[in-house]
């Protein structure tokens, strides 16, 4: 091996074709490996260090220094203090360490089966990872840059706020420490925030992100991502694909966007929107929203069609399916549960819960707990379950049974079946011909008007123990009519007509049919109320004016 040793002035020193051991000393040095495998030294000043074709060591010491490891051989690269700009060069398996000082990084073509680790050191540094092999970047201390290439890449950002690109390849990005923006692009990426306030970008690719603590920004993008926003408040979207978000600890927002998406809350207060697609929503614990829609800024909603799947797990929940065929599930707390367009499947759970079907055909289920269900328009099938419920049925022939306790259910419009279940319920068939059954318990029979449709009452009964009564509105039947009292004796008649003028209520035992008239026997013609049981002994404390 040949030792040359430069000076403290400005130098060029050159190897032969054997292996040197080259030490510019002082000043600003060219220093050139040539053949072999060479020891280059740049010591003190702006030097430039260039190793050969061979295995080279380069070391820039202090001084803003340009290193070039030459194509061929494994070479270490050493910038030292300074801000220094490392090439790796072509072929072998290359190190490049910055150190100290804001340094840029180049690795170069490496090629197949070759291994390569750039360190940016301390401060702000730029690292490129090159073409081939397989790739570690690390930036360390300071706001580092770094970019993975074309081959697949190890990319650590350090404890400062970096910016790590992967490049083509399948790659693996790590932020570590401090507020870093990941960018997977190309390939099939897996990308770790660390610490700190993180944006991660998967772009192209099935792509795996991690925020892990702070409180992050995850970013799917194309292909199907699976995305977990881990420990703070995350805001976390799948856009194109079919993804997987996870929202992990605290307060986050979820969104899948475009694609058959799978959203789940995890703990805290979370707001989870489907969004295009037929998409899984898990709320679990916490207070959440969840919807198959998003609202922008300004208040207007962007309904989205699809067949969504929501769970509002444990806590007081909002759920917004929008349209589409969807199954909604309150779960644990007091929920609030929207159906929105399409035949839905919603079911309240524990707590006292408001369940609105709004359009299609829907089933709703109370569950345990004093709950409200309401269904606007479509053929529904609504039940109360245990608890003091409050049912309407809206639009459509609907089916409403109240279960256990003492519930109010309202048919709406058209031709209705109502079931009041156990307990004291109180029954408004509204418009059309409705089939009405109290079940067990004093049941009341609401008749607000005497034009509404013909009502089929199965069971009613007042005796033995049972005390079931008809209210009538005394503004919706007029006839003279007092609210707050039972008929009088002069307004009730047994027969299949009145008998004179005051009366009101006609009951004909031979078939069970209980009808009205405004007048008696005015000029106005009497119309068909309910149809009972015949021989019943209905009593005018049966009937009940109400306003």
């Known amino acids: 091996m040949s030792t040359i040793i430069g000076t403290n002035s400005n130098d060029t020193l050159i190897g032969g074709v054997e292996s040197d051991f080259i030490d510019g000393l002082a000043g600003d040095d060219s220093l050139y490996g040539d053949l072999g495998n060479n020891t280059l030294l740049g010591g003190l000043g702006n030097d430039t260090l260039e190793g050969g074709p061979d295995t080279d060591s380069l070391a820039g010491g202090d001084g803003d220094d340009s290193l070039e490891g030459g194509d061929g051989g494994n070479d270490t690269l050493l910038g030292e203090a300074g801000n220094d700009t490392l090439i790796g060069g072509d072929g072998g398996n290359q190190t490049l360490l910055g150190g100290a000082g804001n340094d840029s990084l180049i690795g170069g073509d490496y090629g197949s089966g070759s291994q390569s680790l750039l360190d940016g050191g301390t401060d702000n540094d730029t690292l490129i990872g090159g073409e081939g092999g397989s790739q570690t970047l690390d930036g360390g201390a300071g706001n580092d840059s770094l ?313 009613f009964s007042n005796v033995s123990g049972n005390n079931d009564a008809f209210l009538v509105s005394a503004a919706g039947f007029g006839g003279g009519l007092t609210a707050g009292t039972p008929i009088t004796a002069a307004q009730f008649h047994y027969g299949s007509l009145a008998n004179d003028s005051s009366d009101r209520f006609i009951y004909d035992t031979s078939i069970g049919v209980l009808y009205f008239d405004v007048d008696g026997t005015g000029s106005t013609s009497q119309v068909e109320l309910a149809r009972l049981s015949n021989n019943l002994l209905i009593t005018t404390s049966d009937i009940v004016v109400v306003a």
């Open 147 to 459: 970019i993975g290439g074309d081959a697949q890449a190890f990319v650590g950002g350090g404890s400062g706020n970096d910016t790590l690109l992967g490049g083509d390849g399948d790659d693996f990005l790590n932020g570590k420490g401090g507020n870093d923006f990941l960018d997977g692009q190309d390939g099939a990426d897996t990308l770790f925030g660390g610490g700190g306030n993180d944006t991660l970008d998967g772009q192209d690719g099935p792509d795996f992100l991690y925020g892990e603590s702070g409180n992050d920004l995850l970013l799917g993008d194309d292909a199907d991502d699976f995305l977990d926003g881990g420990i703070g408040d995350d805001t976390v979207n799948g856009q194109d694909g079919n993804d997987t978000l996870i929202g992990g600890d605290g307060i986050d927002s979820l969104d899948g966007e475009s694609g058959d998406d799978s959203l789940n809350g995890g703990v805290g207060n979370d707001t989870l929107f489907g969004h295009e697609g037929n998409d899984t929503l898990y709320g679990l614990a916490g207070n959440d929203s969840l919807g198959g829609f998003r609202t922008d800024g300004g208040g207007i909603t962007d309904a989205e069609f699809g067949d969504d799947f929501l769970d509002g797990g444990i806590g007081n929940d909002t759920i917004d399916a929008q349209s589409g065929n969807d199954i909604l599930l309150g779960q644990d707390g007091l929920d609030l549960l929207l159906g929105g367009d399409g035949s839905d499947s919603i079911d309240g759970g524990n707590g006292s819960d408001t369940l609105d079907g709004d359009f299609g055909d829907d089933t709703l289920i109370g569950g345990i707990g004093a709950d409200s269900l309401n269904d606007g328009e479509g053929n529904d099938s609504l039940n109360g379950g245990a608890g003091i419920d409050t049912l309407f049925g809206g639009l459509g022939n609907d089916f409403l049974d109240g279960g256990d306790a003492s519930d109010r259910l309202d048919g709406g419009e058209d031709n209705d079946v109502i079931n009041g279940g156990a307990g004291s319920d109180t029954m408004t068939g509204g418009s059309g011909s409705d089939t009405l059954t109290g079940g067990a318990g004093n049941d009341r029979f609401v008749f607000n008007s005497s034009t509404e449709g013909i009502d089929d009452i199965t069971d």
